[in-house]
């Protein structure tokens, strides 16, 4: 199924490696975090990218040094009322200053797009398929917040 990203639907060019998997010598995975820990030492020695998929219920700064290592991170939603990810998402954007790609995966709702974009999300892989057009209307039908999100906050440094 296609992700989204910028705005588009888009094929996705990475591989989920499970925990028994053997890994690619190349390509684009994506490992468990559990097993991309096992193998921190070794992330850089695999050609193509690497990213890593964290349960919603992990603390992702307890895992600081591995995210240098990374071009995506994939975090959970498993129900649309689940706030956790977006709590991951802030903490890895605001605190530890992750700026390569992150993705939510799980049951991502349109309405929500607008607020997971302000939190850091690059790419989202929601459980059923959206319209996209309806996807990107909800996006800019929100212009105005009480915080400020994350791009904002880059474009403020960027002046």
């Not at 499970?18 to 690619?24: A, G, L, M």
């Not at 975090?33 to 990213?51: D, F, Q, T």
Request: with cysteine; proline share 4%.
């Amino acid at each position: 199924m296609p992700i989204i990203k910028d705005g588009a639907l888009i094929l996705d060019d990475w591989q989920f490696v499970e925990e028994d998997s053997e890994i690619p010598k190349n390509g684009n995975f994506i490992l468990p975090l559990a097993r991309a820990l096992l193998m921190h030492g070794e992330l850089s020695n695999y050609e193509g990218r690497i990213g890593i998929s964290i349960p919603n219920d992990e603390d992702v700064e307890e895992h600081g040094d591995i995210f240098k290592k990374v071009q995506l991170v994939l975090l959970h939603l498993p129900s649309f009322t689940d706030g956790r990810a977006y709590s991951q998402a802030r903490l890895l954007r605001e605190e530890m200053f992750y700026k390569k790609e992150l993705r939510l995966k799980g049951d991502v709702l349109v309405d929500q797009a607008a607020y997971l974009l302000r939190c850091g999300f690059d790419s989202f892989d929601p459980d059923t398929e959206p319209d996209i057009d309806v996807w990107n209307n909800t996006v800019q039908l929100m212009s105005t917040s009480y915080q400020t999100g994350y791009r904002d906050r880059l474009q403020n440094r960027a002046e």
